[in-house]
């Protein structure tokens, strides 16, 4: 009787859970001639209010709640399945997990009546919808919303070095997250990925996928690689593009050919859906056109559909397909495949958004997301994994735990080690490679080792030591600087060692690079001087965090007040030595003025960063003092900068970039603060410097430059590029610039030197014009210059450079 008692329970226990789980419905949806699986099916089932949509294989998973199935009281579950281009279905199911296949009917298209107007319907179709957008950009101001994204990578077998079984194509990583997106108009977004994960072979903490609403095409530009591509929505589009009604008038869903006017501007083709009584777009399926470059001419689809919330239209699901194969001299040829999937919803229209939250980076991940949810998973996933992904992440886990599989092969076991040391040696709390091991003239081999750590989110420690085996010096560094405030906008910095310092700008070329050449060819760009002492600063900065690298990121917007005390020294070289011989004597490293430095100096950037570019146009503002009675000291002298740059639209695919500098001094300018021309050196060029100068060849106290340089972009699009290698679009571009550098007199009276400015030769300063062939290989450029000053006749210099973007 007792054990009769136990088994009731058991099974009414087990009956009240199952009554109580949650539903699943998974299936399949197909449609068309021959029977395809279909995408951006929109199921939802109606008592519960609940939706997602089928994946590239026509596949869904909707996982309903058994509350909300309670507290709507229903009987069956109603679902509703519905797709641009097909016959809407509605189906009844029990309350239960259910595995279903549906097929859709295609909505018969009504042949287009021709009649002559001055213009397609389609035009006036989308004058509507664009000024429905203009009434939308006047009401819209924020929104905030929950996005699932989704990115796949892929690859041929032989490169994976694996086969899944199932032809030529293998999964080789998995990312996944579901964050919380803010948006302020025109362009501020922020995404915080509260869960996450990936297959075994990505960090965790290299998960930082969320593409939002950041790609949307109904902005009026949607940037893809770097280029912005005018949207078929946006304000002036039917000034660029052509649009061709594919239907008949008589539908409430419209299908419109899209086409840009001219392959000379960079846009979109294929086919666009809109609900002309409503004026909304529905969905686009676009190709780039021939005029985007598309690396080793990769094959991209993109496919985005639009939702209406609270009357604004938003975007809901978007699909990025691409696909290229890079072939190497014509023997192998890895393919890579990518496939990028989101899903927003859950959107709030103009809500009041987090103070600051603009000011953090663009993506971050909340402690929230170290832990994984595997019920918000399976509750809230809106795109289900398929088969063959389930497969990858379980197959790769696997792969890592054997050591006898294919890509633990004696190959890996070898170099894998290495690799991974060296990656390690380049992420936190290591400062990066060139603070282990660098070159130069003045230190010859330098050894040793850079950290940067948080205790805290208050606090950030940095530290450095080495020894330069030429010079047998010991040289660190350390600092500590203390965010006051949550967004780290203010902060207050403290610093000590002994360093060497460069007179020149070591963000133009920067230290790896003088490492390669002083290595190999004996040619240091460096002008040294060596530095003991310390400084403290504070400073305030706004705008989105970008990254640096290397766990370092920066503001587009800065103030910094910094009070620098030290002792300054000449140093000489100590080393010649080189793999190659050179074919120049080394130049030397020019003296300074020895003594005590102390001095205050104030800078300022706007949309500027000296780290590294942060936006196409904007500014800085450099002032230094230094008074002996004020401040102590041994010199008495001040200086200001200034420098903008700017990029302006010539035409649609042709830019103008113009860079202006300037720089005035009072007093007695001791060396270290001289400043040099920034110029190539052995036929290379960094950033851009100047092409036909000599390495230094021009000093002073205060200067002058304009410089600039048109890109026309590729004459024909498509038609001058590189099969095999990189099928990238060659540039042509014209450049030059001027330059003016001049000692003060005060400077000249009190620390005389030998080096030359432009202003003691007879032109009074340098100028240069020149012919460029831009993206050689996509990373290169090939310039063809000449100096037109200090020469009798056009002196002509070829240099090389990395590709200008």
């Given at each position: 009787m007792r054990l009769i008692s136990v088994l009731i329970a058991v099974i009414t226990a087990f009956a009240c859970a199952s009554a109580q789980s949650d539903v699943t419905i998974r299936g399949t949806v197909y449609g068309g001639v021959p029977s395809e699986p279909l995408r951006f099916v929109t199921v939802s089932e109606l008592s519960t209010r609940q939706r997602v949509m089928t994946d590239r294989k026509g596949n869904f998973s909707l996982n309903l709640r058994r509350s909300r199935i309670d507290s709507a009281e229903a009987l069956n579950l109603k679902l509703v399945f519905s797709c641009i281009g097909f016959e809407p279905d509605t189906i009844l199911l029990p309350i239960a997990d259910s595995t279903i296949i549906r097929k859709l009917s295609e909505r018969p298209v009504s042949g287009r009546e021709i009649v002559v107007t001055a213009e397609d319907p389609a035009v006036t179709i989308m004058r509507r919808v664009i000024a429905r957008k203009q009434r939308q950009l006047e009401k819209l101001r924020a929104y905030t919303y929950t996005l699932y994204t989704k990115f796949i990578a892929m690859t041929?077998?032989?490169?994976?070095?694996?086969?899944?079984?199932?032809?030529?194509?293998?999964?080789?990583?998995?990312?996944?997250?579901?964050?919380?997106?803010?948006?302020?108009?025109?362009?501020?977004?922020?995404?915080?990925?509260?869960?996450?994960?990936?297959?075994?072979?990505?960090?965790?903490?290299?998960?930082?996928?969320?593409?939002?609403?950041?790609?949307?095409?109904?902005?009026?530009?949607?940037?893809?690689?770097?280029?912005?591509?005018?949207?078929?929505?946006?304000?002036?589009?039917?000034?660029?593009?052509?649009?061709?009604?594919?239907?008949?008038?008589?539908?409430?869903?419209?299908?419109?050919?899209?086409?840009?006017?001219?392959?000379?501007?960079?846009?979109?083709?294929?086919?666009?859906?809109?609900?002309?009584?409503?004026?909304?777009?529905?969905?686009?399926?676009?190709?780039?056109?021939?005029?985007?470059?598309?690396?080793?001419?990769?094959?991209?689809?993109?496919?985005?559909?639009?939702?209406?919330?609270?009357?604004?239209?938003?975007?809901?699901?978007?699909?990025?397909?691409?696909?290229?194969?890079?072939?190497?001299?014509?023997?192998?040829?890895?393919?890579?495949?990518?496939?990028?999937?989101?899903?927003?919803?859950?959107?709030?229209?103009?809500?009041?958004?987090?103070?600051?939250?603009?000011?953090?980076?663009?993506?971050?991940?909340?402690?929230?997301?170290?832990?994984?949810?595997?019920?918000?998973?399976?509750?809230?996933?809106?795109?289900?994994?398929?088969?063959?992904?389930?497969?990858?992440?379980?197959?790769?886990?696997?792969?890592?735990?054997?050591?006898?599989?294919?890509?633990?092969?004696?190959?890996?076991?070898?170099?894998?080690?290495?690799?991974?040391?060296?990656?390690?040696?380049?992420?936190?709390?290591?400062?990066?490679?060139?603070?282990?091991?660098?070159?130069?003239?003045?230190?010859?081999?330098?050894?040793?080792?850079?950290?940067?750590?948080?205790?805290?989110?208050?606090?950030?420690?940095?530290?450095?030591?080495?020894?330069?085996?030429?010079?047998?010096?010991?040289?660190?560094?350390?600092?500590?600087?203390?965010?006051?405030?949550?967004?780290?906008?203010?902060?207050?910095?403290?610093?000590?060692?002994?360093?060497?310092?460069?007179r020149d700008n070591p963000n133009v070329v920067k230290t790896s690079f003088i490492t390669i050449t002083s290595l190999f060819s004996g040619a240091d760009y460096g002008d040294y001087y060596l530095s003991s002492g310390g400084h403290l600063a504070v400073g305030y900065s706004w705008g989105q965090l970008q990254f640096v690298r290397n766990d370092l990121w920066t503001r587009p917007n800065s103030i910094r007040l910094t009070w620098r005390r030290s002792a300054d020294e000449t140093v000489t070289q100590s080393t010649n030595w080189s793999l190659f011989r050179p074919s120049l004597p080394p130049r030397g490293n020019p003296a300074i003025t020895d003594g005590q430095m102390s001095s205050l100096t104030l800078d300022a950037f706007l949309s500027y960063s000296p780290l590294r570019r942060v936006s196409r146009t904007g500014m800085a503002l450099s002032i230094e003092a230094a008074k002996s009675d004020l401040l102590g000291g041994d010199f008495d002298f001040a200086w200001a900068s200034w420098m903008g740059t700017t990029r302006m639209r010539t035409l649609p695919l042709w830019t103008l970039d113009l860079t202006a500098s300037v720089r005035w001094s009072w007093g007695s300018v001791p060396g270290q603060r001289f400043i040099s021309t920034e110029s190539g050196f052995g036929g290379l060029v960094v950033g851009s410097a100047f092409r036909g100068m000599r390495i230094k060849e021009f000093y002073g106290d205060r200067s002058a430059a304009l410089q600039f340089s048109h890109n026309f972009g590729e004459v024909i699009p498509g038609v001058l590029r590189i099969p095999n290698i990189a099928s990238f679009g060659i540039e042509f571009l014209l450049f030059g610039g001027v330059q003016w550098t001049s000692f003060s007199p005060q400077t000249m009276q009190e620390f005389p030197t030998s080096l030359p400015s432009t202003d003691v030769t007879g032109d009074r300063t340098y100028y240069e014009l020149g012919l460029g062939i831009n993206r050689i290989l996509l990373f290169l450029r090939l310039d063809f210059n000449a100096r037109l000053s200090q020469r009798d006749a056009p002196e002509f210099r070829i240099t090389l450079t990395n590709a200008t973007f």
């Open positions: 041929d077998t032989t490169t994976a070095m694996r086969s899944s079984g199932r032809g030529d194509t293998t999964v080789n990583s998995i990312l996944e997250s579901f964050s919380t997106g803010y948006v302020e108009l025109p362009d501020r977004f922020h995404n915080e990925i509260f869960q996450k994960r990936q297959t075994a072979n990505v960090p965790p903490e290299a998960n930082f996928v969320s593409f939002g609403t950041n790609l949307n095409i109904y902005d009026d530009v949607v940037t893809i690689l770097g280029q912005e591509i005018a949207s078929p929505l946006s304000i002036d589009a039917v000034d660029i593009y052509d649009y061709v009604l594919l239907n008949s008038l008589d539908e409430d869903t419209v299908k419109l050919s899209v086409k840009t006017k001219s392959s000379l501007r960079r846009g979109f083709e294929g086919t666009m859906y809109v609900d002309q009584r409503r004026n909304v777009p529905i969905e686009v399926q676009f190709t780039p056109n021939k005029a985007v470059n598309l690396l080793f001419d990769a094959r991209l689809s993109y496919r985005q559909n639009l939702t209406i919330v609270d009357s604004m239209i938003l975007p809901e699901a978007l699909s990025i397909s691409s696909t290229l194969e890079a072939s190497i001299l014509y023997v192998v040829a890895p393919r890579l495949d990518i496939e990028i999937e989101t899903f927003c919803y859950d959107y709030s229209i103009n809500p009041d958004l987090p103070k600051g939250v603009f000011d953090r980076r663009r993506v971050e991940t909340t402690q929230a997301a170290a832990a994984f949810d595997s019920a918000y998973w399976q509750n809230n996933l809106k795109l289900p994994l398929r088969p063959e992904e389930q497969r990858a992440y379980r197959e790769i886990e696997m792969i890592l735990e054997n050591p006898d599989s294919l890509q633990n092969s004696m190959f890996e076991q070898i170099l894998g080690p290495v690799s991974r040391f060296l990656q390690r040696l380049a992420r936190r709390p290591f400062t990066g490679f060139e603070d282990i091991f660098r070159y130069n003239l003045i230190h010859g081999p330098y050894l040793g080792v850079g950290l940067r750590d948080r205790p805290d989110t208050s606090l950030l420690l940095a530290s450095q030591i080495g020894f330069g085996f030429a010079d047998g010096r010991i040289y660190g560094v350390g600092s500590a600087t203390w965010f006051p405030d949550f967004d780290q906008r203010w902060s207050l910095e403290i610093g000590l060692g002994r360093t060497l310092q460069r």
